[in-house]
């Protein structure tokens, strides 16, 4: 089976590359870096699997998922993850990814698990999200990436700003924006603000600060 990596590094790609030397039957055809267009490189390798490591910045990844679907729409995709939250799952199930492994396990159990994904012997099935109404509070459809980016929105912190503040793209901030309006039925980030301050979620956002500041 044709593998191609997609991730933030040499390294990180490298990093999968070995522990796939434990599936014998996958073979490595390169790599490609998640923080530029995939879709041409990835349709042009025409790999059976995909694995997708977008280190912590898991937005990029997410999108750069999507993408690659489209241009491949029988290949097994396989996300890498920092950890194995419902909401991330959720999400990943939602871009086309067709299972996830937590990055902490063992190479060899990485390995092992995309052979087996490959090979079309495990499934992860996503569990669904409660549906966004009036009567939901926030903190029980967004994720906690989600929560703190609506809180430096509704703060008045610009895309470049919020993306420095978390250490992330700009890209990765419009993509848990867009699932903030999604999920809570709004059109815009001057709804979104609103929303933030009817809610208190700015004053939980500045308590929280004050005690990290007094401790």
Do not use: E, Y
């Given at each position: 089976m044709r593998v191609l990596i997609v991730a933030s590094?040499?390294?990180?790609?490298e990093a999968v590359r070995r522990a796939l030397r434990y599936a014998p039957s996958c073979r490595v055809i390169g790599w490609v870096d998640v923080r530029r267009p995939c879709a041409g490189p990835v349709a042009e390798a025409r790999p059976d699997v995909v694995v997708l490591d977008g280190g912590r910045d898991e937005g990029t990844v997410l999108i750069q998922a999507r993408e690659v679907r489209a241009a491949l729409p029988k290949a097994k995709l396989v996300l890498l993850a920092e950890a194995l939250d419902a909401g991330l799952l959720a999400d990943a199930a939602g871009a086309g990814i067709d299972a996830a492994i937590?990055?902490?396990?063992s190479p060899a159990g990485v390995g092992m698990l995309v052979r087996e994904i490959a090979a079309g012997h495990v499934f992860h099935f996503a569990p669904a999200r409660p549906a966004p109404a009036e009567q939901v509070p926030a903190a029980?459809?967004?994720?906690?990436?989600e929560l703190e980016i609506l809180r430096h929105a509704a703060a008045g912190l610009s895309n470049s700003r919020i993306a420095a503040e978390l250490w992330v793209t700009e890209q990765t901030v419009k993509f848990h924006l867009?699932?903030?309006y999604r999920k809570l039925g709004l059109s815009n980030r001057t709804e979104a603000a609103h929303y933030a301050h009817v809610n208190g979620l700015t004053e939980q956002r500045f308590a929280r600060d004050r005690s990290t500041a007094a401790a």
């Open positions: 590094d040499a390294p990180a790609a937590d990055k902490t396990a029980a459809v967004l994720t906690c990436r867009s699932n903030v």
